[in-house]
């Protein structure tokens, strides 16, 4: 029997024992159920979590640190000619945009609810992109003198919405007590990020008059365009501004964040890699169960000539296919998963009326997915690396099986 035949003979013995195993034997029918099941949750399970870190990964990139400034310029003292020091930012290279502000701490109270506030303040024409993008979306206007935006999550603590006046109490001012402004909410906005749990915007001019800034900046925002390398290019472009100014970049405020993204995405992608893993070795289960069904086979086999390694490759192609199955199975259901677990929660989200992301606990509301091929092909090769490995013990096994032994009665 030459090679090509031979290898035909496998795979047809190898799918004749699979397909005859419900009829033969109950018990290697429910391990076998039992052990495509394992590969097919494991395996889609796999693929959604990866997906969902992905997004999580990639919403901080794109949302996140769009909205958080790559890296904040402040001095010791308020800097009026702001103009000047914005210029000499925007001429690096890797710069994409510089916008001066002014912030005020402080907390905001309505109708005897208090809550912490970060006000920021920019100019309408050097307002950043992020923003700019938000007023648009949400058909909102840039606030006026004494007028205020507010986020939606602080607008609902306050119970207050558009056209109310809020106070806000801040110890900024010259003489270092508490002073006490009168706001009115012209508008409210959602960055659906964390943010929004104290988050105020207003004009920079008004701003400035009614913190200790008096007509000046707080500092400057700066988006670089690799927010990687921003600690480096912080250090480069603090040599553009005079002496006294210094800087803090997106790693000091979110960087535990990004960690922490990474590591819980490196550490339930081998917890949940674990699971595939003990799922695949059920087909060794599975297939020590099939070879004890089908010793007298394997003995008629071998006195027909089969040779331990023919053995071998039956076992091992029954083991596949079952395997490949299951992991195709898998891949099916993990990619509809994908598709379809955003809306699944905003459902149970509308359905129940509970927020399961909610912003004072998760970076943003809502749950991102990131479907990426590449990841789809790690999980799906190593699932079938482990399916092939598990089908080695079985089959050889089956292979040391003596024709003498098992048909000495028959």
Same mark, same amino acid.
């Given at each position: 029997?030459?090679?090509? +035949? ?62 958080? *400034? ?29 916008? *001066? ?14 809550? *912490? ?12 992109? !992020? ?26 603590? &306050? ?25 009115? !909410? ?40 690799? *927010? ?50 003990? +799922? ?20 008629? &086999? ?26 195709? &199975?898998?891949? !099916? ?67 040391? !099986? ?9």
């Amino acid at each position: 029997m030459n090679q090509s +035949a031979f290898n035909a003979v496998s795979i047809f013995v190898g799918t004749r024992f699979t397909l005859s195993s419900k009829k033969a034997n109950q018990l290697v029918s429910f391990i076998s159920a039992l052990a495509i099941s394992g590969l097919v949750l494991g395996v889609a399970i796999l693929i959604v979590v990866v997906s969902v870190m992905n997004g999580f990964e990639r919403e901080l990139k794109d949302r996140i640190l769009s909205v958080v *400034p790559h890296v904040v310029f402040f001095g010791h003292a308020a800097d009026s000619d702001w103009k000047t020091r914005a210029e000499a930012l925007m001429n690096h290279d890797e710069v994409i945009e510089v916008s *001066p502000f002014t912030q005020l701490q402080g907390m905001l109270h309505s109708k005897g609810t208090t809550r *912490p506030i970060q006000i920021l303040g920019f100019e309408k024409y050097r307002i950043p992109a !992020i923003f700019y993008e938000l007023l648009e979306e949400q058909l909102l206007d840039f606030p006026g003198s004494n007028e205020v935006l507010l986020s939606e999550v602080v607008a609902s603590a &306050l119970n207050v919405s558009k056209g109310d006046s809020v106070r806000v109490f801040s110890a900024e001012t010259a003489f270092g007590g508490t002073s006490v402004h009168n706001l009115v !909410i012209s508008g409210l906005f959602s960055t659906r990020t964390e943010l929004d749990q104290a988050l105020a915007i207003t004009s920079m001019s008004h701003l400035s008059k009614i913190s200790s800034a008096k007509n000046a900046m707080t500092g400057l925002r700066v988006q670089v365009a690799d *927010p990687f390398m921003a600690r480096q290019l912080g250090y480069d472009l603090l040599e553009e501004l005079p002496f006294g100014y210094g800087f803090r970049d997106w790693f000091q405020t979110h960087g535990n964040l990004y960690k922490a993204i990474q590591l819980s995405r490196n550490m339930v992608g081998i917890l949940i890699f674990l699971i595939v893993a003990i +799922a695949v070795f059920n087909v060794t289960s599975m297939l020590m169960m099939s070879v004890l069904s089908k010793r007298r086979n394997v003995a008629v &086999l071998k006195t027909l000539g089969c040779s331990r390694q023919d053995v071998v490759k039956i076992f091992f192609v029954q083991g596949t296919i079952i395997g490949v199955f299951g992991i195709v &199975l898998g891949v !099916i259901f993990g990619i509809l998963g994908c598709s379809l677990i955003a809306d699944i929660v905003a459902y149970i989200e509308h359905g129940t009326g509970r927020v399961l992301l909610d912003t004072t606990i998760y970076p943003i509301d809502y749950l991102p997915v990131d479907m990426r091929v590449s990841d789809i092909a790690s999980v799906t090769l190593s699932a079938v690396v482990l399916n092939g490995l598990a089908t080695i013990y079985p089959a050889l096994k089956a292979s040391r !099986i003596k024709p003498a032994e098992e048909l000495r009665f028959q």
